[in-house]
């Protein structure tokens, strides 16, 4: 459709002008999530391209991109925001996924982004916070003395500055609700007032393996329980509620405790009873469990995507099984936190498992107390334990009327390594939410920015204590960027040698290729008979990551492959595109195989 150049400043003027009622200062903004964030209901901000000044059918065409735009979003009000040429749409009808599904790539649109609600970052109203000197050490007294704990001591005043730097880091980011943390523990008070808001619930009824059983959950459930094969894990003893907390206690509401991130989604798998006992096998199912519900909603960037474990427990020899399942979260892209253990030993010479596998994902987490020190009960490896995190005297979440906690009380002391754990996975998560690194990034993004103090020289493998401002700081300023390619379709076959007797004796099946590229790189695998999207998705992964020099490292998830770019500059630029081909045009004029990509491009 075509207008007269005079069109043009007459429809930008009209999309303005119907925008001119205001907002009182004081009114509250409508919200709703897009990735995890808050953004404006209902709206968008676009940038059109550009028309040059002296080409009128070229402005003709943009003045009818913009008004298509307005009927294609049922835009309501448009107004022109700053001096770049952005406008802010606000949709009758569509929410913000749909505007940026129907704006992205649309006729004329350069840019198209949600109207981001931004807070201001002060220091969160939890009245507790001054009770978690793991977040925020001010130098004040432990209040609470912990019976057969000498290490806590009511007149011990702590060393301002010696815990995580949380405050400071919430004023790059909060959290996300996008990522997910797995609590592989006792369970989790899903209903508590302050983890409720941050506890998963599944968007929809899924399905997932327990060895080769398959199990399927209904919507609204939370996790998994190994002892009684149902989809709910109610905390019985309190430990997997308490780590919970630390990891993401709801944050800035006015009620009790903060959490490492303010905003997140806590899945828990119950495989600890209510003694605080569990068994290998049923580690190993939970694993399993987390592993097929990442994949069952979608791998890396869908609704259940676990980036990290927390593992606050251990004990028991060696175990092979343990260890194998262990990959596998490596490769469904899981960083895999464990506590360092409680037996004042050294791991070097005596491990303790699971922190003691020597698998890529694996942190093993020792403890400190809130004057740096290491606490007397902890483990230490200098090249077993990776790093340290406050880990004695934390106060955080716990059931009412449990094992751990027979009062009626919500929030209770605890020590020990399995508390310093979470300290770790959280700031993984809230490292996350800034930039989205596979494992083999997210793990020295953790360990390179720790702050080294005295007493983990020669104790850890860093030498430090997990730093959250630290690592955000490194994320914002260095994240390499991730896509996905997603591989669709079934093998084909035609009858080439009917049955006399009905049927087909022979079949003829398709043979092909599909390839990504990335940076001009090609990687390509071949299919044909017996192929899946599923196995093709594998092979994509074997051959990506095979290749120390491949621009991209790779994760697999289903038919889904995750990768997340390399960084080799300060600007780094990335392309990325994916094909396939049939090898028998003359009997199947389309591949049995297609694959899609998205995301990564552009320079990070």
């Known amino acids: 459709m075509k207008f007269n150049v005079t069109r043009f400043p007459q429809i930008f003027a009209f999309l303005v002008m119907i925008s001119i009622s205001t907002t009182p200062a004081s009114a509250q903004i409508a919200k709703q999530s897009y990735q995890g964030h808050d953004a404006a209901a209902n709206e968008v901000l676009i940038k059109f391209q550009q028309a040059p000044p002296n080409d009128p059918q070229a402005q003709a065409e943009i003045a009818a991109d913009i008004q298509?735009?307005?009927?294609?979003?049922?835009?309501?009000?448009?107004?022109?925001?700053?001096?770049?040429?952005?406008?802010?749409?606000?949709?009758?009808?569509?929410?913000?996924t749909t505007l940026m599904s129907i704006h992205t790539g649309a006729a004329g649109v350069a840019y198209v982004e949600p109207n981001w609600i931004a807070h201001t970052t002060?220091?969160?109203?939890?009245?507790?916070?001054?009770?978690?000197?793991?977040?925020?050490?001010?130098?004040?007294?432990?209040?609470?003395?912990?019976?057969n704990d000498?290490?806590?001591?009511?007149?011990?005043?702590?060393?301002?500055?010696?815990?995580?730097?949380?405050?400071?880091?919430?004023?790059?980011?909060?959290?996300?609700?996008?990522?997910?943390?797995?609590?592989?523990?006792?369970?989790?008070?899903?209903?508590?007032p302050d983890l409720a808001a941050n506890v998963w619930s599944a968007p929809a009824q899924y399905s997932f393996y327990q060895g080769t059983t398959q199990y399927t959950c209904p919507?609204?459930?939370?996790?998994?329980?190994?002892?009684?094969?149902?989809?709910?894990?109610?905390?019985?003893?309190?430990?997997?509620?308490?780590?919970?907390?630390?990891?993401?206690?709801?944050?800035?509401?006015?009620?009790?405790?903060?959490g490492v991130n303010w905003s997140t989604k806590i899945i828990a798998c119950k495989f600890l009873n209510s003694s605080g006992s569990g068994t290998t096998a049923n580690a190993v199912n939970c694993l399993q469990f987390m592993e097929g519900i990442k994949g069952y909603f979608g791998g890396k960037g869908g609704a259940a995507d676990v980036r990290a474990l927390n593992n606050s427990w251990g004990g028991g020899g060696f175990s092979q099984a343990l260890l194998d399942e262990i990959y596998n979260t490596y490769t469904a892209d899981m960083?895999?936190?464990?506590?360092?253990?409680?037996?004042s030993s050294d791991n070097d010479t005596t491990?303790?498992?699971?922190?003691?596998?020597?698998?890529?994902?694996?942190?093993?987490?020792?403890?400190?107390?809130?004057?740096?020190?290491?606490?007397?009960?902890?483990?230490?490896?200098?090249?077993?334990?990776?790093?340290?995190?406050?880990?004695?005297?934390?106060y955080s979440t716990v059931p009412p009327h449990v094992t751990l906690n027979p009062s009626s009380e919500l929030y209770k002391y605890l020590s020990g390594t399995s508390m310093a754990t979470p300290h770790v996975s959280g700031t993984a998560a809230l490292s996350e939410s800034v930039c989205q690194f596979d494992t083999e990034l997210l793990k020295p993004n953790l360990l390179n920015d720790v702050v080294v103090i005295p007493s983990l020289s020669g104790k850890t493998v860093t030498g430090g204590r997990v730093n959250a401002y630290n690592s955000l700081n490194a994320a914002s300023g260095g994240c390499p960027g991730t896509g996905y390619a997603s591989i669709s379709g079934t093998e084909k076959s035609i009858c080439r040698i009917p049955n006399p007797n009905g049927g087909c004796a022979v079949y003829l099946y398709d043979g092909g290729t599909v390839s990504i590229i990335v940076n001009g790189v090609t990687k390509t695998v071949n299919y044909g008979e017996g192929s899946t999207s599923g196995s093709l998705a594998s092979d994509l992964y074997n051959a990506i990551n095979g290749d120390g020099t491949y621009p991209a490292r790779a994760h697999v998830s289903g038919s889904k492959v995750s990768l997340s770019a390399k960084r080799t500059g300060a600007d780094t630029c990335y392309s990325?595109?994916?094909?396939?081909?049939?090898?028998?045009?003359?009997?199947?004029?389309?591949?049995?195989?297609?694959?899609?990509?998205?995301?990564?491009?552009?320079?990070?």
């Open 68 to 96: 298509q735009a307005e009927v294609t979003g049922d835009i309501d009000v448009a107004r022109a925001v700053g001096s770049a040429g952005w406008m802010r749409f606000h949709s009758r009808s569509n929410d913000v």
């Open 122 to 147: 002060s220091t969160p109203n939890d009245p507790y916070l001054s009770q978690e000197w793991g977040l925020q050490n001010t130098g004040q007294t432990l209040p609470y003395t912990i019976p």
């Open 150 to 192: 000498t290490a806590c001591d009511i007149q011990r005043a702590g060393t301002p500055g010696a815990d995580i730097s949380a405050v400071q880091a919430w004023n790059i980011s909060p959290g996300s609700t996008a990522i997910v943390v797995g609590v592989v523990d006792t369970g989790i008070h899903y209903n508590h």
């Open 219 to 258: 919507a609204g459930t939370h996790g998994w329980n190994t002892f009684t094969n149902a989809c709910d894990p109610s905390d019985d003893h309190g430990h997997g509620t308490h780590v919970s907390g630390t990891i993401g206690a709801a944050t800035n509401n006015g009620v009790g405790v903060a």
């Open 335 to 343: 960083m895999f936190v464990a506590a360092a253990g409680n037996n």
């Open 351 to 394: 491990p303790f498992y699971p922190a003691s596998y020597n698998a890529p994902n694996v942190v093993s987490v020792a403890a400190t107390d809130n004057r740096d020190s290491l606490v007397w009960f902890s483990n230490y490896g200098s090249s077993t334990v990776q790093l340290g995190a406050p880990g004695d005297c934390v």
């Open 576 to 604: 990325v595109s994916g094909s396939s081909t049939t090898l028998l045009p003359n009997y199947f004029h389309t591949p049995s195989f297609r694959i899609t990509v998205s995301g990564l491009s552009g320079c990070r």
